[in-house]
């Protein structure tokens, strides 16, 4: 088992190694973030969506509640989306964290994994009950 999971380490290393991403992207981040405005260089726009240093990612792997647009679960819906959208500023604002790219998604946005202390936001996100797992989770919202 050991040596099943030390390949899979390895294998992981290479193929990030390989995948170019944004440059400015590679390094380990400590970055105070604000809720996105008019102006989106660094910020939050939602749960599951930032601007880092320019480059827009959408957060893989998971999903949160929306709070501007396409909102199916009404009022309780853009509640629960302000609460994930908060507590990913939280997250980002009080831990040093890395980024991880994966290409793009078809609307242009850096499809990207970020993990503080090895552990992927949305995890905790969809154990906190503030998300779901994307695809194939039950969207908890509508």
């Given at each position: 088992m050991k040596r099943q999971a030390v390949l899979?380490?390895?294998l992981c290393s290479v193929i990030m190694t390989a995948w170019p991403g944004p440059p400015a992207l590679a390094q380990e981040w400590r970055v105070n973030f604000p809720m996105c405005g008019s102006v989106r260089h660094?910020?939050?726009?939602?749960?599951d969506t930032i601007w880092l240093e320019g480059h827009n990612l959408r957060l893989e792997s998971y999903d949160t509640p929306e709070p501007y647009n396409d909102?199916?679960?009404?009022?309780?819906e853009v509640e629960l989306?302000?609460?994930?959208?908060?507590r990913l500023?939280?997250?980002l604002n009080q831990n040093p964290f890395t980024v991880e790219t994966h290409?793009?998604?078809?609307?242009?946005?850096i499809l990207a994994t970020i993990r503080i202390g090895g552990c992927d936001v949305g995890d905790?996100?969809?154990?906190?009950?503030l998300a779901r797992h994307w695809p194939n989770g039950r969207e908890i919202w509508c």
């Open positions: 899979s380490w390895l660094t910020c939050i726009v939602d749960g909102i199916c679960g009404g009022r309780a989306a302000h609460r994930a959208s908060a500023r939280e997250l290409g793009e998604d078809r609307y242009g946005r905790i996100l969809i154990d906190e009950g």
